[in-house]
């Protein structure tokens, strides 16, 4: 049956050539362009803490002046900083806490005062700079009040000798961080803890977020069993209990890999059963994943062997393909496409990722999040990548961007990175000691010990 169906395989233009790892980024940013001109919000409201993580739908925009009023920023004394040139005394009139209003009968700091403040306090009228509290002596004396023979104990500072003030200094002026009706941040915006402070600081218990998208996850391949319900890892060493599946099947990595990856980038993964290496099994699944998400992802079954139909079975979907293999290591045999809308729906985007689990893991980091992004409505995206030094020298083929394991260590000032041994885009062991790919370019030869390299953190 096998044999009949690879001899009716549909044509499917098996030697597309493989684009340059560049090419293949801009075709994404091309792609996710477009989807993110034509997106439009389903939303949601949620609280602030729901909402981490999840983009933002509408604009925010600030509820009043921040600062709403000239926040102080130091303990110490509110002053008039020219005051401070005559190295005089200064009285102290008053004492004014956070949150503590100025009433309004009290009159202007004058000259020769000072008040007494508390950082996060309003500055007073009259009062144009803080003197921070260990920047003084303070002392008590007397004073006559009015006529001669009375006096009142008072207390004094004495800024430092040499101490001046510049107008301004310690406090944050009202709206200088935003005005009223600013628009603070704009919808598209993956909202990380700094963002949602924002949010809080203004206000809002909720705030308006995007629906995360689905994302149908396809495994294919007559090998794959799904990892066994009876089978919890307790932390004994279960070698010697013999394994509850023959040695010619594998488990199911990759549909578990891809839900995580999808997870962490803000999608809702939906896992199918896997498919089998049949023309008809894998027609219904990937029918089925078209059906439940914008985006199908599949894994396996897109490289040259005899049983890899997956191309087959989209091509007689009529996919477009936008790039299928490109010269990268690990990862070559990636597609990206699309399939037209059929039967009420909508066309549909889809990844025929490599079945090597290295491989299919390094494709979703580097092409399938762009695209994710994109249908989540998120703007201004981009690859988290980072500079490490290298311990050991690379040497590698020029023509082939490479994804190599390795380990970065930012203990020090200067992260370090160094390749870890591993047998390659099947060994997930390595890949789990990992914490990290070094990125060797397109036509380098060579990375030298001590050079700055790029690398892409898991
Ligand atoms: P393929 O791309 O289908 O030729 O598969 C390449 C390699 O990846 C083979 O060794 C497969 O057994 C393995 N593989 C494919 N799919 C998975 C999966 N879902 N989980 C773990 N390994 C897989
Ligand atoms: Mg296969």
């Known amino acids: 049956m096998q044999k009949n169906q690879s001899l009716s395989r549909p044509s499917y233009p098996a030697q597309i050539p493989p684009v340059s790892f560049a090419e293949a980024c801009s075709i994404l940013a091309a792609q996710s362009a477009a989807i993110l001109a034509a997106h439009t919000f389903k939303t949601q ?14 604009p925010l925009f600030a509820d009043r002046d921040q600062p709403p009023f000239p926040r102080v920023t130091r303990d110490g004394f509110a002053v008039r900083a020219e005051d401070l040139a005559n190295g005089t005394p ?17 009159s202007p700091l004058g000259p020769g005062e ?6 996060g306090a309003c500055l007073p009228p009259g009062a144009n700079a803080v003197l921070m509290v260990e920047h003084v002596q303070q002392v008590s004396g007397t004073e006559r009040n009015g006529d001669a023979h009375r006096t009142q104990q008072q207390r004094f500072i004495l800024p430092q000798i040499g101490r001046s003030l510049n107008a301004g200094e310690n406090v944050v002026p009202q709206g200088s961080e935003a005005r009223q009706g600013d628009r603070l941040l704009e919808p598209g915006k993956r909202l990380g803890p700094e963002q949602i402070a924002l949010a809080a600081a203004c206000g809002f218990s909720s705030l308006a977020v995007g629906i995360q998208p689905k994302v149908a996850i396809l495994a294919t391949g007559d090998e794959l069993v799904e990892p066994s319900a009876s089978k919890e890892n307790s932390g004994t060493d279960v070698s010697k209990q ?8 594998i488990y199911n990595s990759n549909s578990y890999a891809l839900a995580a990856l ?5 999608g809702i993964p939906l896992r199918q059963r896997p498919a089998l290496d049949r023309l008809d099994d894998l027609a219904a699944c990937i029918r089925r994943g078209l059906k439940s998400a914008p985006l199908l992802l599949l894994t396996g079954g897109v490289s040259m062997g005899k049983f890899d139909f997956v191309k087959d079975v989209l091509v007689g979907m009529g996919a477009e393909f936008f790039f299928s293999g490109v010269r990268m290591q690990p990862g070559k045999p990636v597609t990206f496409g699309r399939v037209p809308a059929s039967k009420g729906r909508p066309e549909r985007y889809f990844f025929g990722l490599p079945g090597n689990p290295v491989s299919a893991m390094v494709t979703f980091r580097v092409f399938v ?12 995206w981009q690859p988290r990548t980072a500079l490490a030094k290298l311990a050991t020298a690379i040497h590698s083929k020029p023509g082939l961007t490479r994804f190599l394991a390795a380990h970065q260590d930012s203990s020090q000032p200067t992260p370090t990175v160094s390749p870890i041994q591993t047998q390659g885009s099947g060994d997930l062991a390595a890949n789990a000691r990992a914490n990290c790919y070094v990125v060797v370019p397109d036509g380098c030869t060579v990375l030298e010990a001590d050079q700055i390299v790029q690398v892409l953190p898991h």
């Open 262 to 266: 999808v997870h962490q980038a803000g």
């Open 242 to 249: 013999g394994s509850p599946i023959p040695s010619h099947q």
């Open 114 to 119: 000072a008040i007494e403040i508390m950082t």
């Open 90 to 106: 200064l009285r102290i009139v008053y004492q004014l806490r956070a949150g503590e209003p100025w009433l309004s009968e009290r």
């Open 369 to 380: 999040q762009t695209l994710l992004a994109a249908l989540a409505g998120e703007r201004h």
């Open 45 to 58: 409201s949620h609280t602030l803490a729901q909402a981490l993580g999840r983009v933002l739908a509408a």
